[in-house]
């Protein structure tokens, strides 16, 4: 159980445009999600929180204009990079918390997006 | 405010020997602990948890973590590596109540030497 998808796995395209990456929690229901971005090597750096059915929290000096969250329902998240830049190229993973006895975050296994 | 720190960023072990990855946090209540690993280019794995109770964890793929409070300390070991252990460690911690946000640590990279 509690299984988190990210789709697409992969994803290149040409700068200046937008991109989607879906976070879906397969067999249980998310009130939050989490976006983190990881650069080659380094750690996993918080973007945001998104909660179902309202705004998500960016972290400082994350872009909320550039990194659209929209967290429409209890099982799906959807992250777009607008415009995007080759800078933008990175490493995505989507987390999904489970409340209740576990009270932890389960991870997506990533997108690698490649602006070109 | 609270901090993750992983001493180490490579550590090196022959096959067979003990893995000891160390994690440190800084916190003003004895937070939630996890370690994690990650292959490349894929997501991150469960090893461990601490919440509360037995401080002494055990998790899959033989690993195991202590929770010492008077060290503030939460390290991994193992004591004989495979060299499928090879990845990247995580240690996070988040705080017992309120916001469910991790703080990660900055990974520890195990290479196992044949």
């Known amino acids: 159980g509690a299984v988190v998808s990210q789709h697409p796995s992969r994803v290149i395209c040409k700068s200046g445009t937008s991109v989607k990456i879906e976070c879906r929690s397969l067999d249980f229901q998310a009130t939050t999600m989490f976006w983190y971005r990881q650069f080659p090597k380094q750690s996993l750096m918080l973007m945001a929180t998104?909660?179902?059915?309202?705004?998500?929290?960016?972290e400082q000096g994350v872009e909320k204009d550039k990194f659209l969250i929209n967290h429409a329902s209890l099982t799906l998240s959807t992250l777009t990079v607008t415009s995007a830049h080759p800078e933008d190229s990175s490493f995505y993973i989507c987390?999904?918390?489970?409340?209740?006895?576990?009270?932890?975050?389960?991870f997506g296994p990533g997108t690698r997006l490649t602006v070109l | 405010a609270q901090s993750v720190t992983q001493l180490g960023s490579h550590v090196s072990v022959s096959e067979g020997a003990l893995v000891l990855l160390r994690c440190n946090y800084s916190?003003?209540?004895?937070?939630?602990l996890f370690w994690y690993v990650q292959y490349p280019n894929q997501g991150l794995q469960l090893l461990l948890k601490?919440?509360?109770?037995?401080?002494l964890v055990k998790g899959i793929n033989g690993f195991e973590a202590e929770f010492k409070k008077s060290e503030t300390s939460f390290h991994l070991t193992k004591p004989s590596a495979h060299m499928s252990d090879a990845a990247e460690y995580f240690c996070?911690?988040?705080?017992?109540?309120?916001?469910?946000?991790?703080?990660f640590g900055t990974g520890t990279r195990l290479k196992v030497l044949a």
């Open positions: 987390s999904a918390f489970l409340a209740g006895g576990l009270n932890e975050q389960f």
């Open positions: 998104s909660n179902e059915g309202s705004k998500a929290t960016y």
């Open positions: 916190s003003s209540v004895p937070p939630y």
């Open positions: 996070a911690a988040r705080r017992p109540s309120g916001t469910y946000k991790y703080i």
């Open positions: 601490y919440t509360t109770g037995a401080t």
